[in-house]
């Protein structure tokens, strides 16, 4: 009958779909330059059935993109944001970084076929948990408030990029990066006048 | 003859390239989607000729970043960068916001068609300007050595394309860009324990 029939399709169909997005996630996460075909095949469905889907390569690479945003906004849940903001920005950094780099090659792959304002978009519900944390050291005077919530809220976001991309370039080993990050968007985040912290004074 | 012809066609070849990257960097100076065919118009050369230069509107794009970094590097030839490394860094973040503001559409153009290394390795005379001028501060105490020079080069190169990206974003308005990137960057470079400057320091 036509009302089990389409619940029937449309289960396929969302079975599909999260099969193309957990393989095209995989693939881009190994090789940026992954092509249709790859992933297609890697999810065990044709072209066809993928084009279905998702008309273009970029339309594929930006869902990927989201869906595995999704799952690291999710996965960021249990960082512990209590407590002096300085700390729970590092620790912050520290578990958001594994997660940039974990998907470093995705971000390539995102980098390649959309603007940087998708990408940043894209990183909207990150960014309002930094953008929360940003506003309570602001309001208790331990980040600097003569920069905009949304100028600092998006050095923290280029900072992050910036240590993907210098390890792409063979510039910053990856066990560096995550001290790199933290001394810098403490020092960014610092009201003038006061003291750079040294990352030891945050262990 | 053969001699005296070839150096004539040549000559007609390096006119109507720099006509094409002069029209190219105009036209996505001021739309970062322009099309080959409205830069070959505007360059007052056929479609034809301006593909034999440049196969591709990627090419096209990447030489003529490249032109407008050359010219725009050799612009910031003028800039003081003598006395307190501070205020040197600040007036050449000064000067070159004007260049990044300017060219901030090319740029829009140039991040949607190439990788974010290929934009860097395209700002490699810039770069070594930046990285000149860390390596005195740090010698001289007062920038930060506990950060490797090329990741302090990279912050500033983020920091100040974060800028234009907020601009397009409507985040942030052009007036107050350089401010908040010079703060942004003093702050990073700052060493630990050392007070962060405020603006009004280095006036």
């Known amino acids: 009958m036509a009302t089990t029939k389409i619940p029937a399709k449309r289960a ?3 079975r599909s779909i999260a099969a193309i997005l957990d393989a095209a996630t995989e693939s881009l996460s190994r090789n940026p330059e992954a092509s249709v075909s ?8 044709g072209r066809v059935t993928l084009y279905g889907h998702f008309p273009s390569r970029a339309e594929l690479v930006d869902a990927a993109f989201a869906h595995a945003i999704e799952a690291g906004h999710a996965a960021l849940d249990t960082v512990d944001l209590t407590g002096d903001p300085r700390q729970a920005l590092a620790r912050l950094i520290d578990s958001s970084w594994l997660l940039v780099d974990r998907f470093r090659s995705l971000l390539v792959a995102a980098q390649s076929v959309l603007p940087p304002g998708r990408i940043r978009a894209l990183h909207a519900g990150p ?21 905009p919530v949304s100028w600092l809220v998006g050095t923290m976001h280029s900072v992050m990029h910036s240590a993907a991309d210098e390890i792409n370039a063979g510039r910053l080993s990856t066990d560096k990066a995550a001290d790199c990050i933290t001394a810098t968007v403490l020092a960014a985040f610092t009201p003038p006048g006061r003291p750079v912290p040294a ?3 945050l262990a």
């Open 38 to 45: 790859e992933i297609a095949k890697a999810a065990g469905v």
């Open 199 to 201: 990352l030891s004074d």
């Open 127 to 147: 960014m309002e948990r930094v953008q929360q944390l940003v506003e309570r050291g602001q309001a208790e005077n331990v980040f600097r408030t003569d920069l």
């Open 12 to 14: 396929d169909a969302q």
